[in-house]
Structures are given as structure tokens and as C-alpha cells.
């Protein structure tokens, strides 16, 4: 009976602890372009969703920058994440920062719906973004095959529009949103389990 009580709670601890989840509200000198981005791990896979409004129409550069500092703006945010010393590329590229995902589209309304997964970024570890930023660009990031004097730097993405400190949003560390809901049914769910053994 103890036995069981002990592999339940191993079991749900175990599901929690495999998933994280972070997020970033988007600032801009222009009060038009604002949004937030959510980024939920599960495994290696990093799920990256959200909405950016008031963009031009097209794709933008959508990098992680190495410094959640946004002392002078999105300028002091630093180059892309890049612990492995790579050149810029885009994010199925095996030569790729860390920070490397790619682009967003904003759409004639000048939204951009974000929804991807990257597995090279983590929410933990030494590639984990938690701490840095998010930074939207004017430009289309070329992916590092523009073949201009910063493409394998920058992508050639032009000005930083807005950018954001990605924060936490892990309840108590390790845990999730999932713990949010699991928890309030744990000690009920294991007495149950324990009277039928
Ligand atoms: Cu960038
Ligand atoms: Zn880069």
C-alpha cells in the first residue's frame, strides 16, 4: 500500500517535472507594436506561441538575444544567443545560434500569429533562454544566406522593433502549469488508490 502511494507520487512528479514554461511581453518605442510569446516545453520540444500586433506587413527577424537587459531599449540586449561560438542561420540549420528562429509573418493587418517548435532552445540547461530576450527586427532575417557583410551575424534583419525579457512561469522551480491543475487532485487521488489496496 505505501509502495503504491510512493510510485503515484514518483509518476505525477515525474510528468510534472518534464515540463516548462516561460513567456514575454514584447515592449517597443513604438506604441503600436506590442504582444507576448509563450514558450512550453515538453521533453526537448519547445513550443513557441503568441501574437505580435501593429508590424508592417511581411516577415521579421525573430531572434533570442544573449542579455535580458533592456536598460537602453532592445540596444543593450547584446548579439543572439550563441554559447557555441556559430555563425547565424536559421533554425533547421545545424549551423545556427542558439538564438535562431527564424521569422515571424505579420499579415496585411500587421499581425503575426506565432506558432512553431524549436528543439535547440531550452528552458533549462545551458541553452536554456530564461533571463534573456526576445527581439522582432524591421527586416526579414535572410538566415544567413543573404550573402551581405552581417548575414552570417545577424541575418541582415535590420533595426530591433520591440523585445522582451523572457521570464518564468514555472510555478516553485521545476514544476508547470500542470502542477496548477495536478496538485489540488494528488492527496485525493492517492487516498483513493490506497483504499482499494
Ligand atoms: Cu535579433
Ligand atoms: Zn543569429
Known amino acids: 500500500m505505501r509502495g503504491l502511494f510512493i510510485v503515484t507520487i514518483f509518476l505525477?512528479?515525474?510528468v510534472i517535472a518534464e515540463e516548462r514554461m516561460a513567456i514575454v511581453k514584447l515592449v517597443s518605442p513604438d506604441p503600436k507594436i506590442r504582444g507576448n510569446v509563450t514558450f512550453h516545453q515538453k521533453g526537448k520540444a519547445v513550443a513557441i506561441s503568441g501574437v505580435i500586433e501593429g508590424l508592417n506587413e511581411g516577415l521579421h527577424g525573430f531572434h533570442v538575444h544573449e542579455k535580458g537587459d533592456?536598460?537602453?531599449?532592445c540596444a543593450s540586449t547584446g548579439s543572439h544567443f550563441n554559447p557555441y561560438n556559430k555563425n547565424h542561420g536559421g533554425p533547421n540549420d545545424?549551423?545556427?545560434h542558439v538564438g535562431d528562429l527564424g521569422n515571424v509573418a505579420a499579415n496585411s493587418a500587421g499581425v503575426a500569429v506565432i506558432s512553431m517548435s524549436d528543439n535547440v532552445i531550452q528552458l533549462e540547461g545551458p541553452n536554456s533562454i530564461i533571463g534573456r530576450a526576445i527581439v522582432v527586427h524591421a527586416d526579414q532575417d535572410d538566415l544567413g544566406k543573404g550573402g551581405y557583410t552581417d548575414s552570417l551575424t545577424t541575418g541582415h534583419a535590420g533595426a530591433r522593433l520591440a523585445c522582451g525579457i523572457i521570464g518564468t512561469l514555472n510555478p516553485k522551480g521545476a514544476s508547470s502549469a500542470a502542477s496548477i491543475y495536478l496538485t489540488p487532485f494528488l492527496l485525493p487521488l492517492t487516498i483513493l488508490l490506497n483504499s482499494f489496496y
Open 12 to 14: 505525477i512528479s515525474a
Open 70 to 73: 533592456l536598460t537602453s531599449g
Open 94 to 96: 545545424a549551423d545556427r
